[in-house]
């Protein structure tokens, strides 16, 4: 069984700051890409970084120089900075892993429960 949990979002007023956490537990053989995405009320689910084993980063037009993402592979662990928080960021920001759980099986998309971000004006 593997699980993704993550931390770190709450209330913030517009141009603040907010890191989330998600970790990756369970029996993990290992870890390929992981991401964070977005949904706000009402719209569809936003890719907005993704980031290899390698350390290569990828980042959605809307949020570029503005989010970074970054992650600890001893510690099965991907991180969202958000700098320059606005309005329109408020979402539920869920994190995405392609884990693999045996040398004998192709890697599963695994997602978190999701952690509420709320950008005040």
């Known amino acids: 069984q593997v699980q993704l949990v993550e931390s770190g979002g709450g209330l913030v007023q517009a141009g603040g700051s907010l890191r989330l956490s998600c970790a990756a537990s369970?029996?993990?053989?290992?870890?390929?890409?992981m991401g964070w995405y977005r949904q706000a009320p009402g719209l569809q689910r936003e890719m907005l970084a993704s980031?290899?084993?390698?350390?290569?980063?990828n980042y959605a037009a809307s949020v570029e120089g503005r989010f970074t993402i970054s992650r600890d592979n001893a510690k099965n662990t991907v991180y969202l900075q958000m700098d320059s928080l606005k309005p329109e960021d408020t979402a539920v920001y869920y994190c995405?892993?392609?884990?693999?759980?045996?040398?004998?099986?192709?890697?599963?998309?695994?997602w978190g429960q999701g952690t509420q971000v709320t950008v005040s004006s």
């Open positions: 995405n892993a392609e884990i693999r759980i045996s040398p004998f099986r192709r890697s599963s998309a695994y």
């Open positions: 369970g029996s993990i053989v290992s870890i390929a890409a």
């Open positions: 980031i290899t084993s390698g350390g290569s980063t």
